[in-house]
Structure formats: structure tokens, C-alpha cells
């Protein structure tokens, strides 16, 4: 039988507030545990929670970002349960009234695929604290500094239907909240963490299956594997004659396994109610419109901007907005160099490449905007030649220098100049003579693989530092005389 999966998403967005939801604590990340949690935190006696005005202007400029309705009303609920780093016994969230409604985010897959992703609604609500594993022997530490950060938690409808869409929503989102600045997107640290929703079903059948939730991904190559790894395992159970349990798991990204958490609970376990301490919180059409005129360049208006503006394919302007620091890397380099596709090219391919290995990011990477700049005007004007600059990339992103610096102290400069270039061809010429007449009695249409040969020897000779197309050109007219 052949199976269709079926994705939707519950992505936690950390707001980056300077302070909670319902408190005047630090949201800030990496203090000691408990130094950031104060009376309303902790849910003591006598405490009653302030709503925080910055939360709401965030959830909104999201909202307008991802062409949802906006709540003019909405309103705090209680979801009750237990949890040992839950201190009030329930979470302060949103269910019937949310900020944030329907709204949809379309997604470019590549080779001219499109698709649009439903939001279901977006919600406002305080995080819980953290359980710490490490370093206690047979007991769990609790860290409360992140009980009442404010998130929202986006929902989507079950739009995707592979991991593929599911990692691109993802990654979409990630820009959208990073461009806004309204998170700051550092997945390793919980900023965004993924509830992935995977059933399967018969390919033609618009039925549901029983889906299962997998919890707390914090990266997107998490993501991947743990979908493929719950559909593959979804399949095999329904092919043994199984039934799906609808359940909570977890993925373990070191082991590539993934494990049963607890059955899944629905909406009226929580036995929610509307939070007594909080106001339903009213937003007018003039509150709405000055946060709509405060927001920066979302990542779609500005791969427009890039394809009119430098000439970018609509492909390479997604890659470079996808993030704002590789955005602003672009602009700042090609402002420098005056080589937009170049410059494209390099942050797309070998920096790409550099950063993925160093497991950086590009505004912390040594090579700086200048650096790639003085490295693609080299390139330009003829002093490297593509193979070479790789070495200069190399030695720049190993901090030996500028391009110049590198070129010089190395000797790495393209050799363009006629003459020499003859000499090496005649050289070639003497020293390879059964090539050369192979090469003149046959036929055009089989010269341009022969003389690669040549080119290859050249190449060698000059310790790759020949200008191709001289070479080649060279090359040509001595053969063929």
C-alpha cells in the first residue's frame, strides 16, 4: 500500500522581552539557576500577574507578518497540570481568544514547487522552568529562570506532507521572527523549539489518521530525522496490522532514536478556564496600524528588493534573506565589491560551506564582509583564478589576511601574461607530440574533450595559476596551426 504522511506543526517562539510576561524578572539567558525568578514567578501567596504591553506588540507585528486576523480581544486562560517545574500547578495561555488567528505563509521548495502553509492561530503564553538531570545522583534539579518568559506558540493546520515542507515552514518561520527581531532564534537555547504532529494514511484517502506528537525539537536537522524516523516506524506498525497510539514522544538527536513520552492528552484534561487575575486585553485599529508602520523588511519584500535591485535570481535572493545577518553580510560585501551574483555565489557556496563546518554563523564568522569583498574584486579583475581563490578563501578564513596580503606573501597571482603562458604551451607542445597529432587528425566535435589534455598539463605547469580562458585561447590557435 502506498502511504501518505500527513505534518502539522506547534512551534514555541521565545519573545526576546527584556522581562517576563507577568513579572519585572530578566528574561536574559545563562544566568545562575534561580537568580531570574521572582515572587510572581515562583506563584507565592498574595501575587498577581501584570500583563507586559511588549509581549502583545510582538504577537502582533507576527501576526501581520503571516496575513492573520488579529485578536482585538483576547484573553488568558488556565491550563492546569502538573509538572515539577510548573511552580504554580498551571499555565497562564490562551485558548478560545488568542492574539494571533488564521493566516497562511507560502513557501518557495525549489525547482518551482510552491506551497501554502495555514496557521491555524497563534497564542500568547509563559513558559514553564526547566529540569536540570545533569549532576544530581538519583534526583533532578529545577531551574525557574525561564518560568514566565513569554512565547507565542504558532499551530499550523496539517498542511505538510513531507519533511521536506515541514523543515522549509520551519526555516521560514525562523527568518520571519529573526528579521522582526522579535526572537532572537537561537534554537540551542530553546528560542524555538518544534512540536511535530505525524500521522499517516492511504494515498487518496482524506482521512486522518491517528497522529502521533513528537516534542521539543531544537533544531532542523532534528526535524528531518525524527519524521522519517516516526513515519517509517508508522508504517510498519499499520503494514504488521498495528493501530497507532495517539501519543507524546520524544526524538534523541545523539542516538537517532525516539522513545514514548505518555499518551497524549486532549484539550479538556486541562480543565481550563478563564485566568481570574488577567483583563481580557482589548487592541484598537490605530494600536494595530502604528505596529504595522514599525516593522522592519520581512524576508519576502526584501528577496524582491534583491532581485530588482541586484539582479538575483528569485532562488539566490531566498538563500541570502532566508537570515538577516547573511542578508546584511551580502548588502555590506556587495556595497564593497560591486559583484552581486559573485558575491551571491561565494555566501551561498564556500562561506556556506565554512560555516556549516565551523558550526558558525555568519555574523560571528572571521570572514568579515571586507574580507570576502577584497577577495571577489580579485577574482574579477583577472589576479585569481576560481580554483586559486579557494586556496586565498582558505587562508583568509584561517586569519593569514586580506586577499592582497595572501596573493603576495604566497605568490598565488594569475598568470595572464602572453608570453609566459606560450612558453609553457610550447614546452607541452615538444614534450607531448603523439597527443598533438592525435589531436589535429581528429575530428572538430572530439577536439574540445582532447584538449583538455593540454589544458590539464598547463594547469600543472603553472601551478594552476594560468588564466583559463588565455590558456585556452592560446591553447587553440597553437594546436590548430
Known amino acids: ?27 536574559a539567558f545563562g544566568a545562575e539557576p534561580n537568580t531570574q525568578a521572582c515572587a510572581i514567578d515562583l506563584a507565592l501567596p498574595g501575587t498577581l500577574p501584570v500583563a507586559n504591553e511588549e509581549a502583545f506588540r510582538f504577537a502582533t507585528m507576527f501576526g501581520l507578518a503571516v496575513n492573520a486576523e488579529i485578536g482585538k480581544r483576547s484573553v488568558f486562560e488556565r491550563k492546569n497540570y502538573f509538572y515539577p517545574d510548573l511552580p504554580k500547578g498551571y499555565q497562564t495561555t490562551q485558548l478560545a481568544e488568542p492574539i494571533v488567528g488564521a493566516g497562511f505563509v507560502d513557501l518557495e521548495l525549489g525547482e518551482g514547487r510552491t506551497k501554502r502553509v495555514r496557521i491555524h492561530h497563534a497564542h500568547l503564553e509563559e513558559d514553564a522552568g526547566k529540569s536540570l ?9 529545577i531551574d525557574l529562570n525561564r518560568a514566565g518568559t513569554p512565547l507565542i506558540e504558532v499551530v499550523t493546520e496539517p498542511d505538510m506532507r513531507s519533511a521536506e515542507e515541514a523543515v522549509a515552514f ?10 522582526l527581531e522579535i526572537c532572537d532564534g537561537e534554537m540551542s ?5 518544534f512540536d511535530v504532529n505525524i500521522s499517516i494514511r492511504p494515498k487518496g484517502s482524506d482521512k486522518l489518521g491517528t497522529r502521533t506528537e513528537t516534542k521539543n525539537l531544537n533544531s532542523f536537522k532534528f526535524m528531518e530525522e525524527a519524521i522519517a524516523l516516526e513515519v517509517e516506524r508508522q508504517i510498519d506498525v499499520l503494514e504488521d496490522g498495528g493501530k497507532i497510539t495517539q501519543e507524546t514522544r520524544l526524538y534523541n538527536g545523539d542516538t537517532k ?63 541570502i534573506t532566508m537570515d538577516k545577518f547573511t542578508a546584511a553580510f551580502f548588502e555590506a560585501s556587495t556595497k564593497i565589491s560591486g559583484e552581486a551574483k559573485l558575491t551571491a555565489n561565494w555566501i551561498m557556496a564556500d562561506l556556506g560551506a565554512y560555516l556549516n563546518r565551523t558550526e558558525q554563523r555568519i555574523d560571528q564568522s572571521p570572514v568579515t564582509p571586507e574580507l570576502l569583498a577584497g577577495l571577489v574584486v580579485r577574482v574579477k579583475d583577472g589576479t585569481l583564478s576560481s580554483k586559486i581563490a579557494k586556496q586565498v578563501f582558505e587562508a583568509i578564513s584561517n586569519g593569514e589576511g586580506d586577499a592582497d596580503t595572501i596573493i603576495e606573501t604566497k605568490g598565488l597571482k594569475q598568470v595572464s601574461d602572453t608570453g ?36 590539464g598539463q598547463a594547469m600543472k605547469a603553472s601551478k594552476g595559476q594560468a588564466n583559463p580562458q588565455v590558456l585556452n585561447e592560446l591553447l587553440i590557435k597553437k594546436l590548430n596551426g
Open 133 to 141: 538531570h545533569e549532576d544530581f545522583a538519583g534526583m533532578s534539579g
Open 1 to 27: 500500500m502506498q502511504w501518505e504522511t500527513v505534518i502539522g506543526l506547534e512551534v514555541h517562539v521565545q519573545l526576546a522581552t527584556k522581562t517576563k510576561i507577568f513579572s519585572g524578572a530578566s528574561t
Open 170 to 179: 520551519a526555516k521560514k518561520l525562523h527568518s520571519i521572527v529573526t528579521s
Open 189 to 193: 537555547q530553546g528560542s524555538m523549539r
Open 420 to 455: 609566459a603562458l606560450e612558453k609553457i604551451i610550447d614546452d607541452i607542445i615538444a614534450a607531448n607530440t603523439a597527443q598533438v597529432e592525435g589531436y589535429r587528425a581528429a575530428a572538430e566535435d572530439k577536439r574540445a574533450k582532447m584538449l583538455g589534455f593540454f589544458v
Open 257 to 319: 532514536k525516539a522513545r514514548s513520552m505518555r499518551s497524549k492528552e486532549d484539550s479538556n484534561d486541562y480543565r481550563y478556564f478563564p485566568c481570574p487575575d488577567l483583563l481580557p486585553v482589548i487592541l484598537d485599529d490605530a494600536y494595530i496600524e502604528s505596529v504595522r508602520q514599525q516593522m522592519p523588511e520581512l524576508p519576502e519584500a526584501k528577496r524582491a528588493r534583491f532581485v530588482e535591485q541586484y539582479g538575483l535570481s528569485s532562488y539566490d535572493a531566498g538563500q
